[in-house]
């Protein structure tokens, strides 16, 4: 194991040798451990039993979360099936169109007990919010303070509306808001679906600023998505703030609202699905989810089987350490091993 | 020039050449061009007088002797007035009327402080890493490009300038408070009659300068006279060449009287000088005053940074000032060497380039694909957005799809670009300085006896100690202290070599003081009786007249010092040559104490009698002759002719008709002195009648005198005056060996390094010193190699390659038939000298010697020119990769130590020449056992790491850009915050790998030395070479998928953000990057554990106050980020992942493939060493080290 170690020896042979400073203005370096260099230290050496050990604790740690993978969740496609059959050949015709009826009902049987509160998530596929291009379309002084109104430089193409003046919030982030809505029920009686808090309070309170409102929001030709409300402020805006926090990967589930009720196994919840938002165009699928959480995050599956599988490598190396060290022993510090010893007669390898 | 040993030298050192100058080749074949290497620049002043008693001033002449000769003949010339420079005496306005020469001040500072910034970035930018930096921070400010924000992307590059500018803005700091402390300095210039104080600076040339005793010279200056009645003034120049003893200087007859002292109100004249140059040795002048035209020399003119010693005050013109005296035209440093670990690294840098090249391609191609997939959904994606619809339908930013394609080339680049690690580069010299401060502070490496404590004087080649393969060694005070000790003498035949004894100490009485010399050496009782006894017998009078001659031939000037006792004085003999001092403390202890030396005469107490002996004329030490002589004028009055030579040069001159027993008998006395490692010297005379006297005395007067060609018309006078001399005897003088030099060298070996003498001696005095400090040993096989012609020296070269490879053949033979491996092999040592050298070198036959030396074990090259020491350096050099490593002392190993990797000055007794030109100095030659052996080691080991772990940890972060950026549609995006990504090499994790590199140890001092074998290690570049980098770089791969992986797979299909994911990247990079150094870290002490610790902790604050900047995207995602259990489950798994592979190999590695420094790791820890160590010795100690007579049979 790790020996601390004072390098004692050293020490009296640098003050021992010279103990009489002979001349004043004597150049020979003072004596200290610092500048000998031999500061006390511990020398960490890879034994067998420190490598044995390792390998077992990492491996017991790591079956630890198997306890955890008792969440549940339940998702749910319907970008395609909330389209008309007969619409199905032009969906980007039926997204677009301000005709057509966009509302679409859908069932979600409850595959397991979710205690409340249950998250309600849309998830959106093939969407690059990560994209350059669009992760830098904003402007993040604007939305905090009505002072940055005019802040627009790093918004384009959606910074000024055809007039010249500021677009609030600008930026392709905020003009591409997701706008589908959902309403659910529960044998016909309706599930309170709590919009408050979806966002972080730390958005809400400090990024986003309660004296700025929506200005000249989706004014221009082209529509990409929600619009805003003009007469509340952004820091009441949740989902405009939930949006906002652009997504790590091209698939990414936003959090849209909660349902404060526990739901049983096998319920039937009926869901009315206001169909907005185009993805047809980029080809991305959408999914509305509903998931509880717990203390580690949301349902995970990877994060267990990684964890096991690490866990097991590490306890199959720790046996095969066990072994090799039984089969090809060796003393640790022997001098015979040193590279100019071994060619010497009587140590054959 | 360190080192001029005027007149004599036993075996005669090679001839020091004034300037390092590089190897011509001409100067390797020709034994007679070495002749023109030799300057001289002291002692060369002869009083010469008809009537000793009372010499006549005008009467009297004097020469700047032969140094002028030296310089390339250039000085044969008269100097034309187009290349001269024309001083008027006194006359400082006239002087500078027409050429406005440079004033006294002197800058030594690079830069002042409007040019600080341009010129020093100028200089910066000469790295072609800082070009690439600079390069791509421009291509980030086009806005098309801008990947990071513009401040973001120059912070790094400016923070290396910086840094970098702030230690040179020190460094000039310092030296311009020194040119200013300089610069004010107040000197006495004559002004209207009388000597005024006025600032050095304000000195200008042609002004008047009086100096005091033990004043420091302002200026270049041509002496008019001074205190002495006959001109001379004592000069003390270590600060020019490092020599402590006394130089003198002389002032011209014609000038003496004409100065303000002596009550004339002004002297005028016109001094017409050479350009200035460099030539510390060299000065060619001539006065015009009083209408006579007076030639200058060397010994004319005083050079600044001297000291006047001896002499209460010296008046001179000056001709050089300021930046033009010959002190500064001297202050140039070392040409810079790399080290070998960066020329190494250089070539992984270009293969880093190339990942970089490759990996930027592949963005780029899978940029291009995808967009050439999806245009048609460009426009129409909400993160695309192509048109801007506002505009009619103008692209926004979108230039078409092979444009963007160029851009995200371009963009890769700036995204990808921290993988040539620009900090590498400022911590490597950081850790230099680091590594050198700990050299330096090394109480193992400090020399008492000379104060001096280890010099780093190149910062860029520390790493280098820890793989030298060759080391080159000069003998004299390297190998031996260069304190000369007499030893034996020889006189008419008889050998007194006897038993010495401390017979008191020898001192003469001068009225009622007692003065004795300085130092006793111990006497033989038997010549000591011989002198005392007082009866006359031929057997006295030959040693009287050996003593005399030991006493008078040479230019020794006695001093004479207080003690605190008043009564008691010292006799202080200062001179040029340690072998001539010798002698004279010598003669002292046998009672022929020289007390007084003027430029006319001596004074010798001859055995209590006091006697002057007028010194008519002086033949210098030349390396043709490799003698030098003396005329005396008697007190009995007769002339006598004093000579002392090496043997070689001797023995043709000596008259042999006579006594030829005593020539024998002389020669195999000088055979066995040299054979025991004692320097030899032949000692004649001869009486002038007065016939001789007088054609001789023409003779040097016209010579003296002579314009042109004067050394050379002297040298014929001195050849002919040198001739069918009797021979007195002979002496030995011991240099003695170094402490702990065998001991140094059996570890040398024991580390496989090889050690090549190197010396100026004779082959019998350098084979016995070799012996004497275990470099030969008796089971050796010696080839020895001593050729007049080039055929013989390829006959031999040829007969000594078949016989070393006939030997190497038996010995394996024996091995194989024995089975017992490697002790059986005959060792060879190679013995050549000089002549056969000038045969070989620069010639077919190089490739012969080099074949014959790298068999052999061993080298000595004896009677080398300094030229030759550098051919042989580069014989290596530029045939194998071996590191070499050259050692010296003298101004005669300048070219070899410049010549080699690694140069190493001794700062001991010969000048300082050799340490100005070294890359490291010290006081002993037994430092380099710690020098090497544990520093070098250290510093390679941590030098080599270091390199490796900056591309490393480099790599990681680049990998783990690169891949997210294969999940943004390949558009670059960085999930790490652009701050992160700038701090990352700043902050992150810069502090531990400087720790590092400076302070681990991966052994002790205490192993190493004791096991020299392990300096291996670096000799065989196990710490860094090409495939441990590629296998560091397929862990980088590993690791930073890992750490990309892990989050990406957890994280997928959730709420996180950009800035959420970002951070956990970031940490888990820093914690994994600091925690792989961690383990590779040999010793935890608390630096260590502070700055691995530290640094983890800064990141941790540095993410979470990026992330508490509101106008941020990222605002407050670090904090919902740990709020849950998958951050912290991610970054364990994400360290353990990704480190198990390397721990696996590494435990693996230490346990069943140990290398040696794992094995003596194992040992330090589990204490079979010390079991080892209580019968061995541990360091070298620090007795002084046998003289060569006990090891002789």
């Known amino acids: 194991m790790m020996n601390s170690n004072g390098a004692s020896s050293s020490a009296s042979d640098g003050g021992g040798r010279d103990s009489n400073p002979p001349k004043r203005n004597s150049k020979k370096p003072k004596y200290s451990r610092f500048t000998q260099q031999e500061l006390p230290a511990c020398k960490p050496i890879l034994t067998p039993g420190i490598v044995i050990l390792t390998f077992a604790v990492i491996g017991v740690i790591f079956f630890i979360p198997i306890g955890l993978a008792s969440l549940s969740a339940s998702e749910h496609r319907y970008d395609l099936d909330c389209i008309p059959k007969e619409l199905r050949n032009d969906k980007l015709g039926f997204i677009q169109s301000g005709q057509t009826n966009k509302t679409c009902t859908r069932s979600v049987v409850v595959p397991r007990y979710m205690k409340s509160p249950v998250f309600i998530y849309y998830e959106l596929d093939n969407f690059y919010q990560n994209h350059r291009r669009y992760v830098k379309s904003r402007s993040d002084k604007q939305l905090r303070s009505k002072k940055y109104e005019q802040d627009t430089s790093t918004c384009a193409p959606e910074s000024t509306s055809a007039d010249g003046s500021p677009i609030v919030p600008c930026g392709l982030i905020a003009w591409s808001l997701f706008n589908d809505t959902y309403s659910f029920s529960l044998n016909n009686e309706p599930l309170v679906v709590n919009k408050k808090n979806i966002a972080w309070g730390s958005d809400k309170y400090r990024k986003f600023g309660s004296d700025v409102y929506p200005k000249n929001f989706q004014s221009g030709q082209l ?113 015979s091993y040193l590279s100019w010893n071994r060619n010497a007669p009587g140590y054959s390898n | 020039m360190a080192h001029e040993r005027p007149l004599l030298d036993p075996s005669p050192r090679p001839p020091a050449t004034a300037e390092p100058a590089p190897p011509v080749a001409s100067s390797f074949r020709f034994p007679s061009s070495r002749r023109s290497a030799r300057s001289r620049a002291s002692t060369d002043h002869i009083s010469f007088a008809i009537d000793p008693a009372s010499p006549k001033p005008s009467s009297a002449v004097r020469y700047g002797s032969r140094a002028e000769s030296d310089r390339s003949g250039a000085s044969q010339k008269e100097i034309s007035d187009d290349d001269a420079r024309l001083v008027f005496i006194n006359d400082p306005e006239k002087t500078n009327e027409r050429l406005d020469f440079a004033g006294n001040a002197i800058r030594t500072g690079k830069y002042s402080v409007l040019t600080f910034l341009p010129r020093n970035l100028f200089e910066q930018f000469h790295r072609v890493a800082y070009l690439y930096f600079l390069a791509i921070a421009i291509l980030n400010q086009l806005p098309q490009l801008a990947v990071f924000g513009r ?241 009619d339908g103008d692209n926004y930013n979108y230039y078409g799809i ?80 260069n304190k000369m000790e007499f030893q034996c003498a020889s006189i008419r035949g008889v050998d007194y070599s006897g038993e010495k004894v401390t017979v008191g100490e020898y001192s003469i009485k001068v009225g009622d003081q007692v003065w004795r010399p300085k130092m006793n050496i111990k006497t033989d009782p038997e010549l000591l009786g011989l002198l005392r006894g007082g009866r006359e017998s031929e057997r006295r009078k030959y040693a009287c007249d050996f003593l005399l001659a030991l006493a008078a031939c040479n230019t020794i000037v006695p001093l004479v010092v207080d003690t605190t006792d008043p009564k008691l004085k010292l006799v202080d003999y200062q001179g040029e040559s340690p072998d001539e001092q010798a002698l004279v403390y010598a003669a002292a202890s046998y009672g022929f104490v020289l007390v007084e030396r003027t430029s006319g005469h001596i004074v010798i107490d001859v055995l209590g009698d006091r006697q002057r002996f007028d010194v008519l004329g002086l033949h210098e030490f030349d390396s043709d002759r490799k003698r030098m002589s003396v005329i005396i004028g008697c007190p009995d009055k007769t002339v006598k002719l004093f000579v002392k030579g090496a043997d070689s040069s001797m023995f043709g001159v000596i008259d042999k008709s006579r006594n030829m ?55 014929t006078v001195a050849a002919n005056i040198e001739t069918n001399l009797q021979l007195l005897g002979a002496s030995g003088i011991e240099d003695k060996l170094q402490d702990g030099v065998p001991e140094a060298i059996e570890s040398l070996r024991q580390a496989n390094i090889k050690v090549w003498v190197l010396t100026g001696d004779k082959q019998e005095t350098a084979i016995s010193i070799g012996y004497s400090c275990k470099l030969l040993t008796n089971e050796m096989t010696q080839i020895i190699i001593n050729s007049h012609s080039k055929e013989s020296c390829r006959k031999s070269l040829l007969d000594a390659f078949t016989m070393s490879t006939k030997i190497s053949a038996m010995a394996s033979n024996a091995q194989n038939s024995v089975g017992d491996a490697g002790s059986n092999k005959v060792p060879l040592a190679l013995i050549i000298d000089g002549t056969s050298l000038v045969y070989i070198l620069e010639t077919e036959l190089e490739e012969e010697l080099f074949k014959v030396a790298t068999i052999c074990d061993v080298v000595l090259c004896c009677r080398v020119a300094p030229l030759q020491k550098a051919g042989i350096v580069a014989l290596i050099k530029n045939r194998t990769d071996d590191m070499t490593l050259a050692i010296g002392d003298g101004a005669n190993d300048v070219s ?278 209580a019968n061995t010795v541990r360091e070298i100690p620090m007795t002084s080290f046998a003289n060569a007579n006990q090891r002789i049979p």
């Not at chain 1, 652009?246 to 009315?272: H, P, W």
């Not at chain 2, 490692?677 to 003779?699: C, D, H, I, K, P």
């Not at chain 2, 990026?1106 to 951050?1127: H, N, S, V």
Request: proline share 3%; aromatic share 12%.
């Open chain 2, 661 to 715: 027993d005593v020539v024998r008998a002389t020669e195999s006395h000088l055979h066995s002195y040299s054979s025991i490692g004692l320097r030899t010297l032949v000692v004649g005379m001869r009486e002038l009648n007065s016939s001789e006297f007088e054609e001789w005395q023409s003779a040097y007067e016209k010579a003296s005198t002579a314009l042109f060609g004067r050394a050379s018309l002297l040298r």
């Open chain 2, 896 to 1173: 070899m130590i410049q010549m080699a990797d690694v140069g190493i000055g001794i700062s001991g007794q010969e000048g300082r020449q050799a340490v100005m030109a070294s890359d490291f100095a010290m006081g002993q030659f037994r430092f380099l056992v710690p020098l090497l052996l544990v520093h070098g080691h250290w510093n390679y080991q941590r030098m080599a790491y270091m390199i490796l772990y900056n591309f490393y940890r480099n790599a990681v972060f680049v990998f783990t850009l690169f891949w997210y950026v294969l999940y943004t549609a390949f558009s670059l995006t960085t999930a790490v915050t652009e701050w992160s990504s700038v701090l990352y090499s700043v902050i992150y994790t810069a502090l531990p790998t400087i720790i590092i590199g400076i302070l681990d140890k991966d052994l002790s001092r205490k192993t190493l030395m004791k096991y020299p074998q392990l300096y291996g290690a670096g000799q065989r570049e196990e710490r860094y070479n090409l495939w441990m980098f590629i296998f560091t770089m397929l862990d980088t791969i590993w690791q930073s998928a890992a750490i990309f992986f892990i989050p990406l797979l957890a994280y997928r299909h959730s709420t996180v953000d950009i800035s959420g994911i970002g951070d956990l990247w970031t940490l888990a990079v820093v914690i994994l990057v600091n925690l792989h150094l961690g383990m590779d870290v040999f010793r935890w002490n608390w630096l260590t554990h502070v700055s691995i610790w530290g640094c983890i902790v800064a990141t941790a604050i540095c993410v979470i106050i990026i992330d508490c900047i509101p106008i941020l995207p990222g605002y407050w995602a670090i904090f919902e980020m740990m709020k849950q259990g998958l951050f912290w489950f991610c970054l364990l798994g994400i360290i353990i992942a990704a480190l198990i592979p390397r721990f696996v190999v590494k435990a693996f590695m230490e346990y069943f493939k140990p290398s040696d420094i794992q094995v003596a790791r194992e040992m330090e820890k589990y204490g079979s060493l010390n079991e080892v160590a």
């Open chain 1, 223 to 335: 529509i990409g998505g929600a619009k805003l409300n003009a007469s509340i402020p952004l820091s009441e805006q949740e989902d405009l703030i939930v949006w906002m926090r652009t997504a790590a990967l091209s698939t990414f589930r936003k959090l849209y609202g909660r349902i404060e009720e526990d739901l049983q196994q096998n319920q039937r919840i009926t869901v009315v699905i206001e169909n907005n938002y185009n993805t047809y165009s980029f080809g991305g699928k959408k999914k509305l989810v509903l998931s509880t959480t717990s203390w580690i995050g949301g349902k995970n599956d990877f994060l267990g089987v990684a964890y096991l599988t690490v866990g097991g490598l590490c306890l199959f190396l720790a046996l095969v350490f066990i072994l090799l060290y039984l089969f090809k022993p060796r003393t640790l510090g022997d001098p």
């Open chain 2, 151 to 391: 401040g973001a992307s120059i912070l790094p590059l400016a923070f290396v300038l910086l840094v970098t500018a702030v230690k040179d803005a020190y460094e000039d700091f310092r030296r311009h408070r020194s040119d200013r402390i300089e610069n004010s300095r107040l000197a006495l210039a004559l002004d209207n009659l009388s000597f005024v104080h006025k600032c050095w600076k304000d000195l200008r040339v042609g002004e008047v300068i009086k100096i005091s005793a033990n004043d420091t010279i302002p200026c270049d200056m041509v002496l008019l006279s001074t205190s002495d009645p006959t001109g001379v003034a004592y000069l003390q120049t270590i600060n020019l060449d490092g020599e402590s003893n006394l130089k003198t200087r002389y002032a011209k007859q014609e000038t003496l009287s004409k100065t303000p002292d002596n009550g004339i109100p002004s002297i005028s004249g016109v001094i017409r000088c050479e350009k200035p140059n460099r030539n510390i040795y060299g000065f060619q002048a001539n006065m015009e005053i009083d209408g006579k035209r007076i030639s200058l020399g060397p010994s004319n003119i005083i050079l600044r940074g001297c000291e006047l010693k001896n002499t209460s005050w010296a008046i001179g013109v000056v001709v050089y000032a300021g930046r033009e005296t010959k002190v500064m035209l001297n202050s140039s440093g070392a040409p810079s060497k790399r080290s070998r670990l960066e020329s190494h690294m250089n070539r992984e840098t270009i293969l880093l380039s190339f990942l970089l090249i490759i990996l930027c391609s592949i963005v780029t191609f899978l940029a291009g694909f995808w967009l050439g997939h999806h245009k048609k959904e460009l426009n129409s994606s909400p993160y695309f957005r192509k048109s801007n619809f506002g505009r």
């Open chain 2, 402 to 481: 092979g444009m963007e394609i160029f851009l995200t080339f371009l963009k890769s680049v700036i995204v990808f670009q921290i993988m040539i690690p620009i900090s590498l580069y400022i911590s490597m010299e950081l850790v230099r300085l680091g590594q050198a401060y700990f050299m330096i502070r090394d109480s193992n490496l400090y020399d008492e006896a000379s104060n001096s404590r280890f010099q780093c004087r190149a910062l860029n080649i520390n790493e280098d100690l820890g793989q030298i393969k060759y080391v080159f060694s000069d003998k004299t005070g390297t190998l031996t202290e």
